[in-house]
Nanobody, 115 residues
Framework: VQLVEFGGGLVQPGGSLRLSCAAS????????MSWYRQAPGKERELVAT????????NYVDSVKGRFTIARDNAKNTVYLQMNSLKSEDTAVYYC?????????WGQGTQVTVSS
């Protein structure tokens, strides 16, 4: 299993970024996919999840109305569109899949929101 995140960077408050996670090594369309984030000195937290079909989506309260998770099962890719970014969104963002064997993580992509 391999998860590779793209799209992080430096953005001003109020700006937008789109993260992508390219997955391989498993049947992508059969699994729930998630985005987590970890800020300096804090525990890793779940940001958003999307069911295998994309029909069931959940967000942590702090990002509701600003972030959108989506997936393209034909491309084995999951996305996180982040709008109206705030300084408190600064973190390393990780793609995640939990299989019957274990939990898998990408390498993470840094998102920094600062003026």
């Amino acid at each position: 299993v391999q998860l590779v995140e793209f799209g992080g960077g430096l953005v001003q408050p109020g700006g937008s970024l789109r993260l992508s996670c390219a997955a391989s090594g498993f049947t992508f369309s059969s699994y729930v996919m998630s985005w987590y984030r970890q800020a300096p000195g804090k525990e890793r937290e779940l940001v958003a999840t999307i069911s295998s079909t994309g029909l069931i989506i959940n967000y942590v309260d702090s990002v509701k109305g600003r972030f959108t998770i989506a997936r393209d099962n034909a491309k084995n890719t999951v996305y996180l569109q982040m709008n109206s970014l705030k300084s408190e969104d600064t973190a390393v963002y990780y793609c995640n899949v939990r299989t019957s064997v274990r939990n898998y993580w990408g390498q993470g992509t840094q998102v920094t929101v600062s003026s």
